[in-house]
């Protein structure tokens, strides 16, 4: 059996010691499958970039139940609520692609310039992906910024090399991370997997993170299949009532291969009807071409199932990267 490289734990519903999985529905795409998707000739042609763009200046701080998402692009999202500046899966870089040179390259500039951050708190990181963690951002982050970095089991040993100073704690699903009086940190289960190699697969954990605050719960979901659904429906059973849903409409065609691990916009609106947040945002597309959907049609297929629903589209929001939303408070804070 092979080492992990990652995490030496004990054995969980949800760790056989050497690799983390959704019990139920382990993740086990062969190499076959893979490559019959990349020659299967089936991806469309994205632009080259996609101005016009507005770059977001957000302020240092937002106070109290007062919400405030700025989009970065594809997962990347500044949230600013309660005093606190948190980043989740903050990506800069020019490709998600651990080659400078290969690999799927931006289409737009990240809708906050770097000089531009507010005193950042807190990262969350959801998984090891390229498109979701990035060490020369995180460095970038941790020279001009210092902050504490909340990631699942195994991850640390991949932000360690950054450096030995680095604030990283590290948890698994189902935990309670208090920041504030008025705001902690769930890490909660998603059907999705890692790697950062191909030698490593699902040797570190993922998660869906839920922000408890005094102002209503946010549920940020970076990358998920849908499989069941079930988990989505235990997340509105614990969570209860959710001010804001953060969730992924891109990166999802084939559907015979990416299923499993990303929610298309119908899946996602699926999503939105099982929780019932009061608003929700949609991210994980128009940046990075990681799969074979056009550009336009996350956005599209979204608005399409919207209707279908008779869900008003001003309740889920796909904002550019660049623009922000000030979420309104829920009704019972008027």
């Known amino acids: 059996m092979a080492k992990n490289r990652y995490y030496n734990g004990e054995k969980t519903e949800h760790f056989d010691g050497t690799r983390f999985y959704v019990p139920g529905y382990p993740f086990a795409k062969p190499l076959t499958d893979v490559l019959k998707w990349r020659f299967s000739g089936g991806k469309q042609k994205w632009p080259k970039d996609t101005a016009p763009f507005h770059f977001d200046q957000p302020p240092q701080r937002v106070l109290g139940n007062a919400l405030r998402v700025s989009y970065i692009g594809h997962a990347s999202m500044l949230i600013q609520t309660q005093g606190l500046n948190m980043l989740i899966d903050p990506v800069w870089a020019e490709r998600a692609s651990p080659l400078s040179f290969a690999g799927p390259k931006r289409v737009n500039p990240p809708g906050i310039k770097l000089e531009h951050l507010p005193p950042v708190d807190i990262v969350l990181i959801s998984h090891n992906h390229y498109d979701h963690l990035d060490l020369e951002t995180l460095k970038m982050l941790h020279e001009s910024h210092a902050p504490s970095i909340l990631t699942p089991l195994g991850n640390e040993k991949i932000l360690n090399r950054i450096s030995k100073n680095l604030r990283v704690e590290t948890y698994d699903w189902g935990t309670r991370v208090p920041i504030t009086p008025d705001l902690a940190v769930h890490f909660e ?59 992924p409409i891109g990166a999802y065609e084939p559907r015979w291969f990416m299923s499993d691990q990303h929610v298309n916009p119908q899946e996602s609106v699926q999503i939105f009807k099982t929780i019932e947040p009061d608003f929700a945002i949609a991210h994980h597309w128009g940046t990075f071409q990681l799969t074979d959907e056009d550009i336009h049609s996350p956005q599209d297929a979204l608005a399409t199932a919207l209707k279908a629903e008779n869900i008003a589209p001003e309740r889920f929001l796909t904002p550019r990267p660049g623009q922000f939303i000030d979420v309104p408070k829920t009704p019972d804070e008027g």
């Open 189 to 247: 289960p998603i059907y999705h997997w890692s790697a950062r190699g191909i030698a490593d697969r699902c040797m570190a954990l993922w998660c869906a993170f839920v922000l408890e605050t005094s102002g209503g719960n946010i549920y940020h979901i970076a990358d998920t299949g849908y499989r069941d659904g079930k988990i989505f429906a235990a997340m509105r059973e614990k969570h209860k009532n959710f001010r804001l849903a953060i969730l």
